[in-house]
């Protein structure tokens, strides 16, 4: 089999966080960069835009990002935008039990030996330092394992933080939940300290942030973007892609020319016979309101026992996330319901006031065992086809930090001299 040299020239098919990521990786090295999307927008689930409904610009979804995580860091460091992402100095996460009323704040110290723990006003209410040593389970590698088969799934600190925060991390019923994904993103986040963990929102929004900096940095490495441009088929030749068939025309490869598939699973699953891809999915929920904020309001509230599950406060509109959102995608009242968590938080009245519900019916993954072990390496069984998204062997679930770690893995292997590799895919 022959090999392949360094490209010159990389179609980047996808343009949501991933393809971004790829595309921004590949421009810092000089290669010329042709991104394309069918959506006539860049960023993918990630996206921001204007609501007449509301008569503001909002985010299709509240996306969290954590102060340690790195490739968040490298991404907005490369695209010029490390002033994009806004957070408080210090790791706290507010909650609210909207059936009883209480209220308690979670504070992390800085430092990665967890003696807050031992700090009854720091930990979560009714539960013992005894009790985070479940957590030690949770971060040791655990392949193939799910989360009810390495901790008990019950339990104030169950109830109260653990199960809140991994079906936000996973998007998926955390009992069911891959261990292993799960622990990753704490060995990254509360296991290294208060200082990994501080939470961070898009500023202004996530458009603002992630995807018009990076198009701007492209553009000015000479890239070409094509939104609006759908991918219909690949020519797939025994060792290498030949043509890449747009709506609007065939693309020829040349022996200088590479791809990056960056889709979803399902449509690289389509474009790639034999490829094995996640083929189970859950969706996530957000529901925005044309309320301003009381004055102080904690810009992010965790609920325990509502409809809702976290509830952020932004300048213009307060705004609501349900992960694993299954049970209310056919919800009678919805906005009502999820207007009354708002309320209970911020002690507001009943009357719904203008708002939009947005539904990703396909969100994510399921971050369970089974599925975890569908996601494909970066690299293909073609010398010059890469893929990348949050839906790829990562070792994360799907955020926008695996997202953008999957960029620069398939921006290195583009980059690699290698030969077929036939692990992934069969021609």
């Known amino acids: 089999m022959t090999g392949f040299g360094r490209p010159k020239r990389v179609h980047v098919v996808g343009a949501g966080l991933a393809g971004l990521s790829a595309a921004v990786s590949l421009a810092a090295e000089g290669v010329h960069v042709v991104l394309t999307d069918a959506a006539k927008h860049a960023g993918g689930r990630c996206r921001s835009y204007h609501d007449p409904q509301l008569g503001m610009v909002i985010d299709n979804g509240n996306h969290l990002v954590l102060s340690g995580n790195p490739a968040v860091a490298r991404y907005l460091e490369a695209i010029g935008a490390t002033d994009r992402l806004a957070g408080p100095d210090r790791a706290s996460f507010d909650f609210m039990d909207v059936p009883s009323g209480a209220r308690w704040t979670l504070r992390p110290n800085d430092g990665a030996l967890p003696w807050w723990v031992l700090v009854p006003g720091r930990r979560v209410p009714g539960t013992g330092a005894g009790d985070y040593l479940a957590l030690a389970a949770l971060l040791r590698r655990n392949p193939g394992r799910r989360i009810d088969e390495v901790m008990s799934c019950r339990g104030p600190l169950w109830d109260r933080l653990l199960r809140p925060l991994l079906v936000s991390i996973l998007n998926t019923a955390p009992e069911e939940g891959s261990a292993d994904l799960a622990g990753a993103v704490l060995r990254e986040s509360l296991a290294k300290g208060g200082l990994a963990s501080r939470p961070r929102i898009a500023s202004p929004t996530l458009d603002a942030a992630f995807v018009e900096p990076a198009l701007a940095r492209l553009r000015a490495a000479g890239a070409e973007i094509r939104l609006g441009r759908r991918l219909r088929s690949l020519a797939l030749g025994e060792e290498r ?187």
Request: hydrophobic letters at 50%; zero cysteines; aromatic letters at 6%.
């Open 241 to 427: 892609v030949t043509m890449l068939a747009f709506a609007d025309g065939p693309v020829p490869l040349g022996p200088e020319d590479a791809v990056v598939l960056a889709v979803p699973p399902w449509a690289a699953g389509e474009l790639l016979p034999g490829l094995v891809v996640p083929d189970d999915f859950r969706p996530i929920v957000n529901a925005h309101f044309a309320a301003v904020p009381p004055p102080g309001a904690s810009p992010m509230v965790g609920l325990i026992g509502g409809t809702a599950e976290w509830v952020f406060a932004f300048p213009d509109r307060l705004s609501v996330t349900v992960s694993a959102a299954d049970h209310l995608m056919e919800a009678e009242d919805l906005p009502a319901r999820l207007w009354a968590d708002v309320a209970a938080v911020h002690g507001l009245g009943a009357a719904v006031p203008p708002h939009r519900v947005v539904k990703e019916r396909r969100a994510t993954f399921a971050a369970t065992p089974a599925q975890d072990a569908r996601r494909p390496q970066a690299w293909t069984g073609w010398a010059n086809l890469t893929l990348a998204g949050d839906w790829t062997n990562t070792g994360l679930p799907a955020t926008i930090e695996g997202a953008l770690r999957s960029g620069e893995v398939a921006a290195a292997v583009a980059l690699s001299p290698r030969g077929v590799n036939p692990e992934i895919v069969a021609a």
